[in-house]
């Protein structure tokens, strides 16, 4: 059975730093696209950015272009987005993403002085 | 980027009744492969979400026969053909088809 773990939120400042990793398992993750996306408390759903089956192509949304960086480990199947810059408005929960198809429960990443 | 414009915001069903919703697009969805990247998502409360139908009309293994997905073009829409307690939730149209990926606003569900 599929399943995606992320972990590493947590409380920052303004202008810190956070990594988020997501593991995989139950699943070949190499074989697929991944991605990260969000939604603010009570809010909707963003896609952030995308990484190609190996790594070799990565696309954000211009919201997080140049402050966050998605990449992803296929030996020990784990994903990750580290994020820098942060401002009080990525307070959101973080989801890892097989695709668009399998979600995993999320991270809660909270930005505030 | 494509702007996904779901209504209603909001719907109030009888048990056993039927719910529509409607989703368009601010541009064409069909990709140069002529394919449709349109999806549906549930997002049941407290959970995160789950895909129900992908590329505008099929179902993901597991989603009950009463979900259904039409539309082309521009134009889309999710049907529940008799609703359950277990469907209330929030659902979202996605756009696959460009760069950034979009989504709907969302339409909250809830049994009346």
């Known amino acids: 059975e599929a399943q995606l773990v992320e972990f590493g939120g947590g409380l920052v400042q303004p202008g810190g730093s956070l990594r988020l990793s997501c593991e995989a398992s139950g699943f070949m993750f190499s074989g697929y696209w991944m991605a990260w996306v969000r939604q603010a408390p009570g809010k909707g759903l963003e896609w952030l950015a995308n990484?190609?089956?190996?790594?070799?192509?990565?696309y954000y949304v211009d919201s997080v272009k140049g402050r966050f960086t998605i990449s992803r480990d296929n030996v020990g199947n784990s994903l990750y987005l580290q994020l820098s810059s942060l401002r009080v408005e990525d307070t959101a929960l973080y989801y890892c993403v097989r695709d668009n198809d399998f979600w995993g429960q999320g991270t809660l990443v909270t930005v505030s002085s | 980027d494509v702007v996904m414009t779901q209504s209603p915001l909001s719907l109030s069903v009888t048990l056993g009744q039927p719910a529509s919703i409607s989703c368009r697009s601010s541009?064409?969805?069909?990709?140069?492969?002529?394919?449709?990247?349109l999806n549906w998502f549930q997002q049941r409360p407290g959970q995160s979400p789950r895909r129900l139908i992908y590329?505008?009309?099929n179902r993901d293994s597991g989603v009950p026969d009463r979900f259904s997905g039409s539309g082309s073009g521009t134009d889309f829409t999710l049907k529940i053909s008799r609703v359950e307690a277990e469907d209330v939730g929030v659902y979202y149209c996605m756009q696959g088809t460009h760069w950034p990926k979009t989504f709907g606003q969302g339409t909250k569900v809830e049994i009346k």
């Open positions: 990484i190609k089956e190996d790594g070799s192509e990565t």
């Open positions: 541009q064409s969805l069909v990709y140069s492969d002529g394919i449709i990247y």
């Open positions: 590329k505008v009309s």
